[in-house]
């Protein structure tokens, strides 16, 4: 398997003002971009070529040591941005509603003190990295930050729910 660059579901400037058409072609052509070719080499002709990107950084450690350096970064980069992209939308923005929502007043009280956690996690954050909203196997919702390209596929059985990229290019 290689992967490939996913397309946008949206223009490079259908996120402006918050995010200009400059910042998002560089971010997913160029950043993206490497983030697959890297990991595109570093798997070319292992045992790990046909695994895809979750189940592969759920399995980190156990990978070989010369490569593991580039399956987290460049497998985290590919899979957090291919979320990335998904989380953001021209008609974004709001509160969510239906069983997300439910969950979020269970677990945070309601909509705005979820927001404030989430917003003080991402701004104590030092350095590159991600803020994220997890569900945990238990179904309960977390927020943490990862450095780098570090995800919440790499802790067992959590599953990203909303990313924040933390790095200058981000904000």
Not at 26 to 44: F, G, M, P, R
Not at 83 to 104: D, H, R, V, Y
Request: proline share 6%; charged share 20%.
């Amino acid at each position: 398997m290689s992967f490939e660059l996913p397309k946008l579901p949206y223009a490079y400037d259908a996120l402006e003002p918050f995010l200009d058409e400059q910042t998002m072609h560089i971010h997913h052509q160029n950043h993206h971009a490497t983030y697959i070719s890297k990991l595109n080499n570093a798997i070319k002709g292992t045992e790990f070529e046909n695994i895809d990107i979750p189940t592969l950084l759920g399995k980190l450690y156990k990978t070989p040591k010369k490569i593991r350096g580039t399956l987290r970064n460049s497998g985290g980069g590919h899979i957090n941005h291919s979320l990335f992209w998904k989380m953001m939308s021209p008609q974004g923005g709001g509160a969510p509603n239906g069983e997300l929502a439910t969950a979020i007043d269970r677990e945070f009280g309601d909509f705005k003190h979820f927001q404030k956690t989430f917003c003080e996690i991402a701004l104590a954050h030092s350095g590159s990295g991600w803020a994220w909203l997890v569900q945990k196997l238990d179904a309960k919702l977390h927020i943490y930050s990862t450095p780098n390209q570090d995800n919440p596929f790499m802790q067992t059985g959590d599953m990203p729910l909303l990313g924040l990229d933390l790095w200058e290019h981000a904000y």
